[in-house]
């Protein structure tokens, strides 16, 4: 089955700095890549998605990159304010409906002000 | 915005008891899913369902575990005889079509005690 690494667990920036989280992906078959954002006791809140027909997608201040030849992904924050501190969360699933999202291990974002 | 809905938002339970947690996902979703996450840990996956039955089921979702669709509108997740280990937030998902975005619920925490 799918296997989803995520690094760093943590990271912490300055204010106004960017943010980088890479991660990596075992299923050539995967091909949809959500970034998820969960701020503490609520659930995960998709952020931006990347299919694989795609290299890169941006969304204001925030980006996602793939690399399905190194089955690796990474989603960046640029700009990053108080209240993108967070754990952010990469998933991988396949191209069926039934095939769940797996998730990375995650990584706790704290933006200093 | 439609939104899937979990209910109860906690619920404290005796080891040994069963536990029935439910969710009604998005109304035309067809997907349905439910992970579980331990508190600072990452979002695992359980279980699958589609057109009314298991399409996939992780190494957590032991015999101990089951999922209905009793109404056409709710999903549930039962635990027969809980565990101290079973402690953690559970989160509800349903998805429209494939490789779309996975909306979560709020969670339900659950706390065997």
């Known amino acids: 089955g799918e296997n989803v690494e995520q690094h760093p667990s943590t990271l912490s920036v300055q204010e106004g700095d960017s943010a980088v989280i890479k991660c990596t992906y075992s299923d050539s078959a995967s091909n949809y890549f959500p970034w998820y954002k969960q701020e503490l006791g609520k659930r995960p809140q998709l952020i931006i998605d990347?299919?694989?027909?795609?290299g890169e997608k941006k969304d204001q201040r925030i980006a996602v990159t793939l690399n399905k030849t190194a089955k690796h992904f990474s989603l960046h924050i640029t700009e990053t304010q108080p209240e993108d501190s967070a754990v952010y969360f990469c998933a991988a699933s396949g191209n069926s409906g039934n095939t769940p999202l797996v998730f990375g291990k995650g990584t706790r974002l704290s933006v200093i002000a | 915005e439609p939104e899937v809905t979990q209910t109860p938002s906690h619920q404290v339970t005796q080891m040994g008891q069963e536990v029935i947690l439910r969710c009604v996902p998005i109304?035309?979703?067809?997907?349905f899913y439910w992970y579980r996450q331990i508190l600072g840990q990452k979002v695992e996956f359980l279980v699958s369902f589609y057109n009314n039955e298991i399409s996939e089921k992780s190494e957590i979702f032991d015999d101990q575990f089951s999922v209905e669709r009793p109404d056409g509108s709710n999903f549930t997740l039962k635990i027969r005889s809980t565990k101290l280990e079973d402690s953690a937030m559970y989160f509800c998902?349903?998805?429209?079509?494939?490789?779309?975005?996975?909306?979560f619920g709020q969670g339900t925490r659950l706390t065997v005690v």
């Open positions: 990347i299919r694989s027909n795609v």
């Open positions: 998902a349903s998805r429209g079509q494939k490789n779309t975005e996975a909306f």
């Open positions: 109304s035309n979703h067809l997907y």
